[in-house]
Nanobody
Framework: VQLQASGGGLVQAGGSLRLSCAAS????????MGWYRQAPGKQRELVAT???????NYADSVKGRFTISRDNAKNTVYLQMNSPKPEDTAVYYC??????????????WGQGTLVTVSS
């Protein structure tokens, strides 16, 4: 199973950016999916998660600005980043709890995509 993240780049504060992360491989189903980030010199932190049923959870710092969504048919999770701030600059990682064909759940991470927000 692989998670391929895309969509990062340079964005101006107040603009918008959408990240995507597609899971592929021996997937039976996917439970929770999410986005995490790690800024230079800081620990990785949760940004947002979404269950297979669509329930969402957000870090307080992004509530009202970022929206997580998923397309279960495409095994893809998205992060719509509206009104980003310079403090949102980080490497963003996607995560998925995958039920593989063997019936067991595994935790997978994408390779990370850099988001830089300019002031």
């Amino acid at each position: 199973v692989q998670l391929q993240a895309s969509g990062g780049g340079l964005v101006q504060a107040g603009g918008s950016l959408r990240l995507s992360c597609a899971a592929s491989g021996s997937i039976f189903s996917i439970n929770d999916m999410g986005w995490y980030r790690q800024a230079p010199g800081k620990q990785r932190e949760l940004v947002a998660t979404i269950t297979s049923g669509g329930s969402t959870n957000y870090a307080d710092s992004v509530k009202g600005r970022f929206t997580i969504s998923r397309d279960n048919a495409k095994n893809t999770v998205y992060l719509q980043m509206n009104s980003p701030k310079p403090e949102d600059t980080a490497v963003y990682y996607c995560n998925a709890d995958v039920i593989r064909d063997d019936g067991y759940e595994y935790d997978y991470w994408g390779q990370g995509t850099l988001v830089t927000v300019s002031s």
